[in-house]
């Protein structure tokens, strides 16, 4: 295969950038121009070329993009032109901005000029900023001789990143990179406009009809004490914080407290009205999301922004502005945007879940054998959990009993402490006193010994990379550590930059860099990451399989939705179910399980 690295050079002016709008509404803009690109082929001399939109079309067509890789700087944007505005789909993409993440963590910049800096390959140019508000006509031959220089020089560097970071990167990943891009240049899904736009009248009418009901006045919701117990009245715990001035707890009710922001995206819609009209926010966030989806529908298809290594374990996120991974499930008003997004005509959408799947890797990693088996036996173990927990047969744990059982389960499994355990299930409306919440994260300790002694492993692991050492623990020396990060299943290095240890009153406290400051780090936390980046492991192997079959249209958390005619149905979900209950060949013992569902839209396939 060639490989083709190009950039390509747009028009922008103080109101219509990047800076200003998502990536999708800018290119598809009426005001959108090209004004050339540069292309190189292989290692051979990089070409510049500007000219009308069929000149460029033309000379775009007479390269063998059917047998080539196209690689650029942010592929998102320039792969999206290249298939939205030329019509042109490779044969994979691949991105340097995308290699630099995973390689050099989520934590270092990874723009273009300062990946070249760091590899000593040139300094990115600034003609950019000489052509605001200029469209083609407006050059002159001179000024695009220089615009085109510039173009040529990002292309060199481009192809020099590649040339540098391509022999170290996995080609597993390369995949990767190329499913997860083409979520976004290649779109697929469609958005129901009619049911958006009424149930954006709908959202509406509805935030006026229940503050207009429920009576508050502006003094309620200012008042911090009397907004507190209306939120409890509404089974949400007002979130806290340690007040700088005096170190007393009060209530974090400030636009700049996560946890209270968090609530604008609850799934009681009464909640984000409140919270929202506390803020002064003149929109909730499901009308801003509804508004979004409405623009996109307008303009086509929904690409979906899914960002390659958003996280420092590897996962995907939401891009551009479109935090796909965190449409909510619950609630009336996630379920309708949810089915709002639905297949071309003619198929279907398969959504597919790994079930428990940190939790699997969990008990595998730690050696939590009898976990373990339970899994494999496909025992419900929220149910055992529970039954433990409060000494009775597991045919008589009521449901209640048994989602306890889960948020133990799932929350207990990184180190939790009794404190936050009683505030998790406070959040989900299950109050216990202190005293009952030690003994439950007592009974889970005790009961899974080799999860405990794992935590411990991953905590010594921390002092040895502060010493530069090198081991490996857990089942079969899985976890493989050396200087400054633990080797991955995919051969990505999860990173712990600049690893530092301090004495204090409770003990060796551990952290590492960031961009935001250092992060403390301790045993428990390190399993945590670990069991989520290895759980993306599983994923990303799970995706490839199967979109070798079928077209993979999104991924969100642990869960991959496939597109596939409506006469395929059957033999596909049983493919997908087969792929993503199939252990990989790194994973030998690991019990993997899945739930699929199908359905004529998103939301349809949750039912």
């Not at 998502?22 to 121009?33: M, N």
């Not at 047969?393 to 799932?410: A, C, D, N, W, Y």
């Not at 290095?493 to 403390?520: H, P, V, W």
């Not at 792929?579 to 739930?595: F, H, I, K, Q, V």
Request: charged share 30%; aromatic share 10%; proline share 3%.
């Amino acid at each position: 295969m060639d490989l083709i690295t190009l950039d390509f050079e747009t028009y922008y002016d103080k109101d219509f950038s990047l800076r200003k709008m998502t990536l999708e509404s800018y290119i598809r803009d009426p005001r959108f121009e090209v004004i050339g690109v540069g292309v190189k082929v292989n290692n051979g001399e990089t070409e510049w070329a500007s000219g009308t939109h069929g000149e460029l079309k033309a000379y775009l067509k007479s390269f063998n993009w059917d047998d080539s890789f196209a690689l650029a700087h942010n592929t998102m944007f320039d792969g999206a032109i290249l298939s939205w505005i030329y019509g042109i789909n490779p044969r994979a993409y691949a991105d340097t901005m995308c290699m630099g993440r995973a390689i050099h963590g989520v934590e270092t910049s990874v723009s273009l000029a300062s990946l070249a800096e760091l590899y000593n390959l040139g300094v990115k140019g600034g003609e950019i900023q000489n052509t605001k508000g200029k469209g083609r006509s407006d050059f002159n031959s001179t000024e695009l001789d220089k615009f085109g220089d510039y173009c040529i020089n990002d292309v060199e560097l481009t192809y020099g990143l590649f040339k540098q970071m391509a022999p170290k990167f996995p080609k597993k990943e390369m995949r990767v990179i190329d499913s997860t891009l083409r979520m976004f240049t290649q779109p697929m899904l469609d958005l129901d406009l009619s049911k958006l736009e009424t149930h954006l009248d709908s959202t509406r009418h509805k935030k006026e009809q229940m503050l207009k009901f429920a009576g508050f006045t502006k003094k309620d919701l200012m008042s911090n004490p009397k907004f507190a117990e209306i939120l409890k009245d509404h089974g949400v715990k007002p979130p806290m914080k340690k007040s700088p001035a005096n170190g007393k707890m009060t209530f974090a009710f400030a636009k700049t407290d996560e946890k209270f922001t968090d609530l604008l995206d609850h799934e009681n819609f009464m909640v984000q009205t409140l919270v929202t009209t506390r803020l002064g926010v003149k929109s909730t966030l499901e009308e801003t999301r509804t508004e979004r989806f409405i623009s996109i529908a307008k303009r086509g298809l929904l690409p979906v922004p899914i960002r390659y290594y958003a996280a420092h374990t590897g996962r995907w996120g939401g891009d551009d502005k479109i935090n796909i991974q965190n449409l909510p499930s619950r609630g009336d008003n996630g379920k309708v945007l949810k089915k709002c997004i639905v297949p071309p005509d003619g198929y279907t959408l398969i959504d597919c879940d790994s079930s428990q799947i940190e939790a699997r890797v969990l008990a595998w990693l730690s050696e939590q054998n009898d976990l373990v088996k339970a899994f494999a036996n496909k025992e419900d173990v929220y149910i055992k959990m529970a039954s433990s927990i409060y000494g009775i047969p597991e045919s008589e744990v009521t449901k209640e009993q048994r989602f306890v059982g889960k948020t133990t389960i799932l929350g207990c499994g990184y180190g939790m402490g009794s404190y936050r355990f009683q505030d998790q299930l406070g959040n989900f409306g299950v109050d216990i006193t202190i005293e009952e919440s030690r003994r439950i994260v007592q009974v889970y300790r005790e009961a899974n010994n080799s999860i405990v002694d794992l935590w411990a492993k991953a905590q010594k692991m921390l002092t040895d990379l502060v010493n530069k050492d090198k081991g490996r623990y857990g089942i079969g020396g899985m976890i493989k550590y050396k200087e400054d990060g633990i080797l991955l299943p995919s051969g990505i290095m999860m990173r712990y930059d600049d690893i530092k240890s301090k004495r204090e009153e409770k003990g060796l406290q551990f952290s590492y860099k960031s961009r935001k400051g250092r992060i403390n780090l301790y045993g428990g936390k390190v399993v945590e990451n670990v069991c989520q980046a290895f759980a993306r492991c599983v994923i990303a192997d799970q995706m490839l399989k199967i979109s070798k079959e079928y077209k993979v249209v999104l991924t969100v958390h642990d869960s991959l939705v496939v597109c596939v005619k409506d006469d395929q149905v059957t033999e596909a979900k049983l493919f997908v179910e087969q792929c993503m209950r199939e252990t990989p060949e790194w994973a030998e013992g690991l019990p993997l399980d899945c739930e699929a569902f199908t359905g004529k839209s998103y939301g349809d396939c949750e039912e």
